[in-house]
């Protein structure tokens, strides 16, 4: 977005993607910076003490500068009171004056973060009235935080915007399993980056592992995921992560056993509803999404991780992760040797007799994405 045509008038920024809020913010101050090297900047917080005083600035022109940016933070907590005085500034022409609103909160009647109050939902009205009447003076930009799973998709065309640099879809992915998908965090990684990096220098893998390498602890959830997968290079990576700092498995080993209890459930389903899951696979290649959503929901519920009316949540639970594939990479005997072991690790490591050590976690590990070699042992399960 252009910054040039909201040098004078009111601009709300809006939504939870904080960082690219704050870019936003920090543009307009930049463009009115350049256009009035004088011109000053003035904030309010809620909490800050008297806020028609500070309408009362916004209005009375100034001795000293011919040009301010008023910030207001937080715009939710306004009073209804306060809330009134603002909306009563929109009738001024303000031609020495930028006003810039913050929120976190979205524009939308109906959403998973609805707003605090029916007086916000009616500022939110009155200045996209005044949007519509003066486009030249009122300005609304809202910025959301897409899901974790389009994560990578907000690195790649947000990586030119934050810090002048293109990075690639394969690289932007890399660099979101290695932080993880809080915004901050990512672009507080690409600002190091940037910093490694000359002028010239382009973000790729090896870039980012050199600068980000260390900068997270992996989470239960990927571990699990990892073994589900039958990727043991990925699990020994993690692990090599997690005990960087101060591990307690017993967290870990819970995470594991959900993993693998889902992929039983969504084995067992495929047995009695094999044509469903067909139909799911089927999907997946001809990019049907209505039978994609169909499917993946009864899929999902019988694995208890959806609930019938999160069809929307399938590409993330299912599509992207992979599980029903995964869940057919095992065989019935192997789930029962998985959750023994499970159980007989979680029990040890609660009585002090199993070896919490990296070492000993890792040949844990180890034993479930070998489950169908030891399996294969004669003798293995007899018996049970």
């Keep these: 977005m252009s910054t040039s045509?909201?040098?004078?008038?009111?601009?709300?920024?809006?939504?939870?993607?904080?960082?690219?809020?704050?870019?936003?913010?920090?543009?307009?101050?930049?463009?009115?910076k350049t256009a009035h090297p004088d011109s000053l900047v003035e904030r309010y917080n809620p909490g800050d003490g008297d806020f028609a005083a500070f309408a009362e600035s916004v209005i009375t022109p100034s001795l000293l500068t011919p040009m301010?940016?008023?910030?207001?933070?937080?715009?939710h907590l306004l009073s209804e009171k306060d809330l009134d005085?603002?909306?009563g500034l929109f009738g001024y022409d303000l031609p020495d004056a930028c006003v810039v609103m913050e929120t976190e909160k979205t524009t939308a009647k109906k959403s998973k973060d609805a707003a605090p109050s029916k007086?916000?939902?009616?500022?939110?009205?009155t200045l996209t009235a005044?949007?519509?009447?003066?486009?030249?003076?009122?300005?609304?930009?809202?910025?959301?935080?897409?899901?974790?799973?389009?994560?990578?998709?907000?690195?790649?065309?947000?990586?030119?915007?934050?810090?002048?640099?293109?990075i690639s879809r394969p690289a932007a992915e890399h660099l979101v399993n290695l932080v993880g998908a809080d915004t901050s965090l990512l672009y507080s990684e690409m600002q190091k980056i940037d910093l490694f990096l000359d002028e010239k220098g382009v973000i790729d893998n090896k870039v980012?592992?050199?600068?980000?390498?260390?900068?997270?602890?992996m989470t239960p959830f990927e571990l699990a995921a990892a073994l589900g997968k039958k990727d043991l290079g990925r699990a020994m990576e993690i692990i090599?992560?997690?005990?960087?700092?101060?591990?307690?498995?017993?967290?870990?080993?819970?995470?594991?056993?959900?993993?693998?209890?889902?992929?039983?459930?969504?084995?067992?389903?495929?047995?009695?509803?094999?044509?469903?899951?067909?139909?799911?696979?089927?999907?997946?290649?001809?990019?049907?999404?209505?039978?994609?959503?169909?499917?993946?929901?009864?899929?999902?519920v019988a694995a208890g991780l959806l609930s019938e009316k999160q069809s929307r949540s399938v590409y993330p639970v299912l599509v992207k992760s992979g599980i029903v594939d995964h869940a057919m990479g095992f065989e019935p005997n192997q789930y029962r040797m998985i959750f023994s072991?499970?159980?007989?690790?979680?029990?040890?490591?609660k009585t002090g007799k199993a070896d919490n050590s990296k070492t000993g976690f890792e040949i844990f590990c180890y034993g479930i994405v070998r489950a169908e070699a030891a399996c294969a042992t004669p003798g293995w399960g007899s018996g049970s």
Aim: net charge positive; hydrophobic share 40%.
């Design 240 to 300: 090599d992560s997690i005990y960087a700092q101060n591990v307690y498995l017993p967290l870990f080993v819970s995470a594991i056993f959900r993993q693998f209890w889902s992929m039983f459930r969504i084995r067992e389903f495929a047995k009695t509803n094999s044509d469903t899951v067909k139909r799911f696979k089927a999907s997946l290649k001809s990019y049907n999404k209505a039978a994609q959503e169909e499917c993946g929901v009864l899929i999902g």
């Design 68 to 75: 301010r940016t008023f910030l207001i933070s937080e715009l």
């Design 130 to 166: 005044r949007l519509k009447k003066e486009p030249s003076r009122f300005s609304i930009q809202e910025f959301i935080r897409p899901p974790d799973y389009k994560m990578t998709e907000w690195v790649e065309t947000h990586a030119p915007l934050l810090c002048k640099r293109k």
């Design 119 to 125: 007086k916000f939902l009616s500022f939110i009205e």
């Design 5 to 32: 045509h909201i040098i004078n008038g009111f601009t709300l920024l809006c939504g939870d993607d904080a960082v690219m809020r704050e870019h936003m913010r920090s543009d307009i101050i930049a463009a009115v």
């Design 85 to 87: 005085i603002l909306s």
């Design 208 to 217: 980012i592992d050199a600068v980000c390498g260390a900068t997270r602890t």
């Design 341 to 349: 072991m499970l159980r007989d690790y979680d029990i040890g490591l």
